[in-house]
């Protein structure tokens, strides 16, 4: 079983920012991507970025320029630098990784951390 532990998550006010950072631990064997989504109320969740093994990022639009996701392999985390904030960026984010093992492909996801952006 993997953990995934996130933390950073607050008030900030718009156009401040935020850095959000996720450790996974336990049976870790070969991780294929890490990334971030988030829900706001009442809507589905989103992807906002993510990081492959080999340091390949991708961002949703929203965020794009904005935020800036970078990984520590050597401590297994992932972190989410978030810049500019607007009170769109409100929501529970969560924290996610993939893994192979035995040729099969599992995701885990963290409990998330909330971001509350005010205007």
């Known amino acids: 079983q993997v953990q995934l532990v996130e933390s950073g998550g607050g008030l900030e006010q718009a156009g401040g920012s935020l850095r959000l950072s996720c450790a996974a631990s336990?049976?870790?064997?070969?991780?294929?991507?890490m990334g971030w989504s988030r829900q706001a109320p009442g809507k589905q969740r989103e992807l906002v970025a993510t990081?492959?093994?080999?340091?390949?990022?991708n961002y949703a639009g929203s965020v794009k320029g904005r935020f800036t996701i970078s990984r520590d392999n050597s401590k297994n985390t992932v972190y989410l630098q978030m810049n500019s904030l607007k009170p769109e960026d409100t929501a529970v984010y969560y924290c996610?990784?993939?893994?192979?093992?035995?040729?099969?492909?599992?995701?885990?996801w963290g409990q998330g951390t909330q971001v509350t952006v005010s205007s």
């Open positions: 990081v492959t093994n080999t340091g390949i990022t």
């Open positions: 996610n990784l993939a893994q192979i093992y035995l040729g099969v492909r599992t995701s885990y």
């Open positions: 336990g049976s870790i064997f070969s991780i294929v991507a």
